[in-house]
């Protein structure tokens, strides 16, 4: 009985390390680092605060979300440390960055500290922005890599996460801190709950290569698992929507009711888990298959011929900008610099500039475009909350269709993005017109395009250019987002609010949203960019995009090499023949059959 129940102590605690050190709880740990990392997000729930506690003008509030949108975007460094350190060094660093940038907007805005200049709370943000292009190179990087053949519905899943994490601050809030309209409070929690989760996960988050052979039912399986990941996280939005209509519609929501609501929550959060242990269950209970043996025999025609050695590469002998001018063909790894001077990633970067800077500029200012048409503030935070949880399906919906429409009718991943921006220009022109009521409309529209746009983005990064460098890639494609800011932001939306305010008197009327004419005029530019970009790729996504990550039974073919596997062996032979007369290494095999024989033996 003792050794019965010892034993399965023993098996117990096996299984928990074997779930523990898994491939899927490492995605359900990236999972919780994105749905923490997005509180750049909600930006326009505290922007008042920092207004209000600092005296900031519109454009100086412009400003300061220009710079958050430096920090969350441009993550060339972390990018860059995640090419030669594991990934939990990015993590870490993300953590403490984190905690260090929101905690001193939140001591500015309360008043603890001395008011800062605003280049220093340009500063504070763009620190603790910053944090999560960590997170997003840290987990989410690392998930595609770990599985290469979904990166489509991989991005679109933990980037929906992200979409998300701004309806759940927002309810974890109110249950923590109540639901006044003090934003300090909410920077203090963005400032230490996404660095806790990032520093308890860090074990978790490491590169794990796939077994070699893996069937066609094993993947069938793991699409299937990410299907129940996808109505996990429809449930968890859906609950999100239906508490802010319910917390809108009643007025005076208890305090005790919130805490019941965030309960809920996190129950629906942690749900994933279930998936994790079915999925490494499989995986535990599965005998372990034979690694195959390669064996490798050389065998020549001619012992006279000398072997002539390869040529040893010259690491002096060749620039390292030799090359940068004649990338690989589409698909291929190709290296930093061929991939930052390729024509392709120009004019992504131009669509993306259009497309996110415009859709971002309309979420930031959403506070200020709904003072601007007369929307009560409780109104306000919910356009805030609609925009978060639209801005999750987007991106869930942008990365599972397009992998379906990939799959199925080769439809190449920038046409997708160009119908993505076509409905934005929709969006921006409700802002523009001031239909009664339209603002909920453009609310759910833009946060739809803004979250769509981005796991195309880095799914057609990642096709294009390779996996090799995707750290850096990746986040080189984000710094378009900022870049678009400034310009529709800052340089634009900005600057019309304030001159119309000040030409009013600071009277409110149509300041702001005369200014979506232009934007919407610019995402349409983008939409034809991009459409620029679905053409010249038509061909290289009619191909097989994958193929490479598909095992087939043998590994491995080299130039002037071929492959057998031996009769009666439960090994793979390898068997390289060299043939100095005809050169061709099929006679070569049957000529040689004996020495084979003889070398096996």
């Known amino acids: 009985m003792v050794s019965a129940a010892g034993g399965q102590k023993v098996a117990t605690m096996q299984f928990a390390s074997h779930v523990l050190r898994g491939r899927w709880f490492m995605f359900f740990a990236s999972i919780l680092i994105m ?26 509030l412009n400003t300061l979300s220009f710079f958050k949108d430096v920090g969350a975007n441009v993550g060339i460094l972390p990018g860059l440390i995640n090419e030669v350190t594991p990934p939990w060094v990015v993590l870490a660093c993300g953590a403490g960055m984190n905690l260090a940038g929101y905690l001193m907007i939140y001591l500015s805005v309360s008043g603890r500290t001395a008011r800062p200049p605003v280049w220093l709370m340009c500063v504070y943000i763009a620190v603790g922005a910053n944090s999560q292009s960590f997170a997003n190179t840290g987990a989410l990087v690392t998930a595609v890599k ?13 980037k929906g996460f992200v979409g998300l994490s701004g309806a759940i601050f927002t309810q ?4 923590i801190y109540g639901a006044g309209d003090d934003g300090a409070s909410l920077v203090l929690l963005m400032a230490w709950l996404p660095a806790a989760i990032s520093l308890v996960f860090i074990p978790t988050i490491r590169i794990m290569p796939r077994a070699l052979g893996r069937s066609q039912e094993a993947s069938g399986r793991e699409r299937k698992a990410f299907f129940y990941f996808l109505y996990a996280s429809i449930v968890l939005a859906v609950y999100l929507l239906v508490m802010n209509v319910v917390e809108l519609e009643v007025p005076g929501f208890p305090k005790p009711a919130f805490y019941v609501t965030a309960t809920v929550l996190l129950l629906l959060i942690f749900f994933p888990l279930v998936i994790v242990v079915q999925q490494e269950l499989k995986t535990y209970l599965q005998p372990p298959t034979p690694t195959p043996v390669n064996l490798t025999i050389t065998v020549d025609n001619d012992p006279k011929t000398p072997v002539e050695p390869a040529p040893a590469e010259s690491s002096t002998s060749a620039s390292c900008f030799q090359d940068v001018l004649r990338p690989p063909a589409r698909g291929e790894d190709y290296t930093i610099l061929q991939a930052l001077f390729s024509v392709d990633m120009l004019v992504l970067f131009v669509a993306t500039i259009c497309g996110v800077g415009g859709t971002l500029t309309a979420i930031d200012n959403m506070g200020q475009i709904g003072q601007s048409l007369g929307y009560p503030q409780r109104s306000i935070s919910t ?26 009718y080769k439809m190449p991943r920038p046409l997708a993005l160009t119908l993505v921006l076509l409905l934005a220009c929709v969006g921006h022109l409700l802002i523009a017109v001031g239909v009664s009521n339209g603002l909920y409309a453009a609310s759910v529209i833009l946060g739809f395009c803004f979250g769509a746009q981005w796991p195309l983005l880095f799914a057609i990064i990642s096709e294009v ?43 409110r009327g149509k300041d702001l949203t005369e200014s979506f004419y232009i934007i919407a005029a610019v995402t349409l530019l983008g939409a034809g960019v991009s459409l620029l970009l679905a053409w010249r790729t038509r061909e290289f996504y009619r191909g097989d995009l994958y193929g490479k990550f598909k095992e087939v039974g043998m590994v491995g073919v080299v130039e002037g090499t071929q492959q057998a596997a031996t009769p009666g062996s439960a090994a793979g ?7 100095a007369t005809s050169g061709s290494t099929g006679e070569a ?7 084979i024989d003889s070398t096996k033996e």
């Open 35 to 60: 749905a923490a990392a997005g509180g750049t997000y909600i930006f326009g729930i505290y922007s008042k605060a920092i207004k209000t506690s600092l005296g900031y003008d519109q454009q100086t």
């Open 146 to 158: 770990n599985f290469p053949e979904d990166r489509g519905v991989v991005l679109g899943l933990l």
């Open 172 to 175: 974890l809030y109110r249950a």
């Open 383 to 408: 356009f805030v909350s609609l925009v978060s949880i639209w801005n999750y399906a987007g991106r869930v919906v942008a990365g599972f269709a397009s992998e379906y429409v990939l799959a199925r």
């Open 465 to 507: 250019f390779g996996l090799k460098y995707y750290s850096t890639l990746y986040n080189f494609g984000a710094v378009a987002s900022p870049v678009g800011s400034y310009i529709l932001n800052v340089r634009i939306a900005g600057r019309f609010y304030d001159r119309e305010a000040l030409r009013q008197g600071g009277k």
């Open 573 to 579: 032979v390898t068997t390289t023949t060299k043939d």
């Open 589 to 595: 095999l049957d000529a040689n059959s004996s020495k």
